[in-house]
């Protein structure tokens, strides 16, 4: 069961590993007698369908999801191991996508209009007068 991350991108079943144990999640008196927790993972340096440019991109984007160039991910939420397993390939596989995905666009730097400059100073009148007929008035 490859995992089809996009198109131009498959991660054979051979590079992914699995590991089960109990869940804490859902399940009741089931929940102490299977092992529904799907831990998948896989290893991004040793991987054979990236080139170096996507390793490393992968490698620099996902760092804090990366331990000695393994990337691991955790599924629970269901009370069936099969389910989990299903959701743990999905949550992998938006990891990569977004790893790889373009950066976006810079922001073009802009100025408020004039009319949202007056309104913002207005807003801050407003709140200040609010503010100053709160106050205990003065003994003069």
């Known amino acids: 069961m490859d ?5 131009k991108l498959v991660i054979p079943e051979r590079e992914l ?8 999640g859902p399940g009741g008196q089931h929940v102490n007698t299977s092992d529904s927790r ?5 290893n991004i340096a040793d ?3 990236l080139s170096d ?8 984007r996902l760092s804090r999801h990366i331990v000695a160039g393994t990337v691991t991910v955790a599924a629970s939420e269901q009370r069936s191991q099969l389910r989990n397993r299903d959701t743990a390939l999905r949550k992998l596989a938006d990891l990569v996508t977004g790893g790889l995905a373009p ?11 004039r009319g949202s400059a007056r309104r ?11 503010k ?9």
């Open 3 to 7: 995992l089809e991350v996009s198109a």
């Open 47 to 49: 991987s054979t369908v």
């Open 120 to 130: 913002h100073l207005a807003a801050k009148q407003q709140r200040s007068a609010t």
């Open 17 to 24: 590993g699995w590991r089960f144990s109990r869940s804490s």
């Open 38 to 42: 799907v831990e998948l993972f896989w």
């Open 103 to 113: 950066d976006p666009k810079p922001r073009r730097p802009t100025r408020p209009t």
């Open 132 to 140: 100053r007929n709160r106050q205990r008035p003065t003994a003069d």
């Open 53 to 60: 440019e996507q390793r490393m991109m992968l490698l620099h």
